[in-house]
């Protein structure tokens, strides 16, 4: 713990008031929490109003591009087309693509097909055809601040099993935006993906999750969509996070490809499809950042 704040110093926040007049009550009930057993995080990962305004800056853009992307993907587009779009309508908002050059990922979006769960590269060998599911996954740094979202396109038109896995994966999502509520824990929110799935007769990928999200790429705290109730850390207002629940037709394991050291696939080679969202804790519930 640093050394405790005077009340009438500035807050840690930022806002420039008052320590008693900002953010004093809400540590007070933090640290209720904490000493109650809740796991929190850090006040690094709290977010401030200014830098609230700067993400939902980035967010647009990245809402552009995969707006774009859904009016133009179809049948006969390679991966390596989308990729061109994403980096030139980037670019074009005055955006950089945050996959590019991450950790070595040598492209600007990732795009992954019917049993790719995610992380797919794109190629111009890798031909959209009637049927596919895919998965567009698009992040933009806007002066220095992050977004991250993905939706699933269906092209042309597409089995009755794939339609669903694609719906249901979406309410997944949705169910779990409904336990974002401020001061009560992740778990529950991870939880209610996970129990959508399995009541479809689906599973959930447990080794990959979300992320917080904004000042970097990928922040604390790692979700997990397959969570157990009142577990993991508090959901508090100034917090934001990925939701990003890979589901899978089949079984839930996966491998990773070797030679490209990114490609994530289903084991049993049924389809998988993902949708994300970044969410900001509000003090009343939530607010959908970007979609
Ligand atoms: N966009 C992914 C996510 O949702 C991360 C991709 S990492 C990359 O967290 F390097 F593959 F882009
Ligand atoms: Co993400």
């Excluded at 699933?152 to 509520?181: D, F, N, W």
């Excluded at 030679?259 to 696939?265: I, K, L, M, S, Y």
Aim: charged fraction near 25%.
């Amino acid at each position: 713990m640093a050394v405790k704040i005077g009340r009438n110093d500035p807050c840690w926040c930022g806002s420039g008031r008052k320590y008693k007049k900002c953010h004093e009550a809400f540590d007070e009930k933090l640290e209720m929490f904490r000493l109650k057993g809740f796991p929190v995080l850090d006040h690094k990962l709290i977010k401030t109003p200014e830098q609230i305004e700067k993400i939902k800056e980035s967010c647009k853009i990245n809402i552009a591009v995969l707006d774009y992307v859904g009016e133009h993907i179809g049948p006969g587009v390679t991966t390596q087309q989308i990729d061109d779009w994403v980096h030139e309508v980037t670019v074009r908002h005055g955006g950089i693509p945050a996959p590019l050059n991450y950790n070595g990922f040598p492209k600007s979006v990732c795009t992954s097909i019917n049993d790719v769960v995610c992380h797919g590269i794109p190629s111009e060998d890798i031909v959209l055809k009637e049927g596919d599911i895919v998965n567009v996954d698009v992040s933009t740094i806007y002066n220095g601040y992050f977004s991250d979202s993905s939706r699933m396109y269906m092209i042309g038109k597409v089995s009755p099993e794939k339609e669903r896995l694609v719906r249901v994966t979406k309410e997944c999502m949705e169910a779990g935006l409904e336990k974002v509520q401020p001061w009560t824990p992740i778990g529950n929110m991870g939880h209610a993906v996970h129990q959508h799935a399995l009541d479809n007769g689906y599973t959930v990928v447990r080794e990959i999750g979300g992320h917080g999200v904004g000042l970097e790429f990928h922040e604390d705290p790692w979700v997990s969509y397959t969570s157990e109730e009142n577990s993991g850390v508090l959901m508090v207002p100034g917090m934001i996070f990925t939701i990003e629940p890979m589901v899978n037709m089949g079984k839930e394991d996966i491998w990773q490809d070797e030679e490209d050291g990114w490609t994530v696939r289903t084991d049993d080679g049924l389809p998988s499809a993902q949708w994300e969202i970044m969410v900001l804790v509000t003090e009343t519930g939530h607010e959908v950042l970007c979609w």
